[in-house]
């Protein structure tokens, strides 16, 4: 059975983390994103793509799929455009739907038949706590609600072949970009934290580790689930 695995933006962030730990787990790890990582993994093979097209993105998934079937994806790649509801745009809501949903499908709709040989396969989607509700998100909070929509009907339709498909929705995390946007010292990051169970925030290793537990092979009675990689933040949020 092929060890190799496809991640989606995994030139950095938690995409980065994924296959950082994936390629020390021992998998063969394939990268299309945009840009190249600022140092290649010794078990990472890059494409580079503008995963927005769609005509980009399939030829993408067809120079990674050239060298032999992939049995384990991992849908990360995504982006945001924030803004309030009356700020929201049909052409912020296409170029984010585009991204994170249509290159989701598009990128199991490629691998699915390598999956559906070998019997086995493992998806993944990267989803967001934003999917429960987050103000100025509500072009991206619509899309990781149906990235996690999509998980629960891919389960139903795939299990039968070996495959499972589960969503990881990381809370808080310590990523560059959230470091940029909050400073450690603000008033509002202190906040943050403080509205964490845990009392920290996530790292990006915290949710590669979510993934790579249900990539495994041993994971295959798991599926149709979304883990929050929250410190505990969505129950508070319940809570409340």
Request: net charge neutral; proline share 4%.
């Amino acid at each position: 059975m092929t060890h190799r695995v496809l991640v989606t933006g995994a030139s950095q962030g938690i995409g980065r983390a994924c296959a950082a730990r994936l390629a020390q787990d021992g998998y063969d790890v394939v990268n299309i994103d945009l840009k190249a990582p600022a140092q290649a993994l010794a078990r990472e093979t890059f494409v580079a793509a503008d995963l927005s097209d769609e005509a980009a993105t399939a030829k993408a998934l067809a120079e990674a799929l050239a060298a032999g079937p992939i049995t384990r994806l991992v849908n990360n790649v995504g982006t945001v455009r924030p803004g309030s509801l009356e700020e929201a745009t049909s052409a912020d809501l296409a170029a984010v739907v585009s991204l994170n949903l249509r290159c989701s499908i598009q990128c199991v709709q490629a691998l699915l038949p390598g999956m559906k040989s070998a019997r086995f396969g493992r998806i993944v989607g990267i989803s967001s706590r934003a999917a429960l509700g987050k103000e100025l998100r509500t072009v991206y909070a619509a899309t990781k609600a149906g990235i996690e929509g999509m998980t629960r009907v891919w389960a139903l339709e795939l299990g039968a072949h070996g495959i499972t498909a589960n969503a990881v929705g990381p809370g808080p995390i310590g990523t560059e970009l959230f470091h940029r946007v909050n400073p450690a010292d603000s008033p509002r990051t202190k906040a943050i934290i403080e509205g964490i169970p845990v009392k920290r925030l996530g790292t990006p290793e915290d949710v590669a580790h979510a993934v790579a537990s249900l990539l495994d092979e041993r994971a295959g009675f798991i599926t149709g689930q979304v883990l929050y990689v929250c410190g505990g933040m969505t129950v508070g949020n319940a809570g409340a």
